[in-house]
Structure formats: structure tokens, C-alpha cells
Nanobody, 121 residues
Framework: VQLVETGGGLVQAGGSLNLSCQFS????????MGWFRRPPGKESEFVSG????????HYISSVRDRITMSRDNNKNMVYLEKNDLRTEATAVYYC???????????????WGQGTQVTVST
């Protein structure tokens, strides 16, 4: 399985961000998909996930009202839309694939290379 993230870059505070992740090399619908981020000098943290079995979405509470994760099973893609960006959103964002949606990164099987998002004031 390979995961490739796109859509990172420099964004002004208050703006929006759209990240994409292309899945290949496996059966996309058999995997739960997730987004993690690693802020500068910090541990990685779970952002959102979609369970493969029931399509249920999970988000961290701190950004729940400002992000939307979706998946397109026809295109083998997952997306993360984030609005009202704040400087603390600056991080490398990673796409992940696994069997279940959990907030611990060690339980996810496959990872993308990450895409840098920098929020400026």
C-alpha cells in the first residue's frame, strides 16, 4: 500500500486548507483512513479518521467544528478540509491506513510521506 499526500503549503491564519491523499496498492475499502499531524518539536497527534466498516467519522475535539474528512471509494482518495486555520495548526500532516480508527499512531499500518502545512499570521 502506498499513500501520497498533496495540498500542503503556506496558508494565512483564518484561511482554509484542503489536503488530499491518494491510496494505491491495496483494497481501499478494506482500510480505515486517518489523518495525523506532527507540530514542530512535538509528538504526532491524531486529527481525524473514517472507519472502513461503517463510514463513521472521528475527530479530535479541539478542531471538530472546523474540519471535515471525507473519502471517495471510487477514486481511492481521502480528503481533509480545514477552515479558520490558526497558527497552532502548523505541522506536517500525514495520511494513514489501518484496520480501525484509533488515535494511537502505532496501530496504523501504512503512512504517507507527509505534507507540510504552515499557517502564517
Amino acid at each position: 500500500v502506498q499513500l501520497v499526500e498533496t495540498g500542503g503549503g503556506l496558508v494565512q491564519a483564518g484561511g482554509s486548507l484542503n489536503l488530499s491523499c491518494q491510496f494505491s496498492g491495496g483494497t481501499f475499502t478494506s482500510y480505515s483512513m486517518g489523518w495525523f499531524r506532527r507540530p514542530p518539536g512535538k509528538e504526532s497527534e491524531f486529527v481525524s479518521g473514517i472507519n472502513w466498516r461503517d463510514g463513521k467519522e472521528h475527530y479530535i475535539s479541539s478542531v471538530r467544528d472546523r474540519i471535515t474528512m471525507s473519502r471517495d471509494n471510487n477514486k481511492n482518495m481521502v480528503y481533509l478540509e480545514k477552515n479558520d486555520l490558526r497558527t497552532e495548526a502548523t505541522a506536517v500532516y500525514y495520511c494513514a491506513a489501518g484496520t480501525v480508527v484509533v488515535n494511537a499512531d502505532r496501530h496504523w499500518t501504512y503512512w504517507g510521506q507527509g505534507t507540510q502545512v504552515t499557517v502564517s499570521t
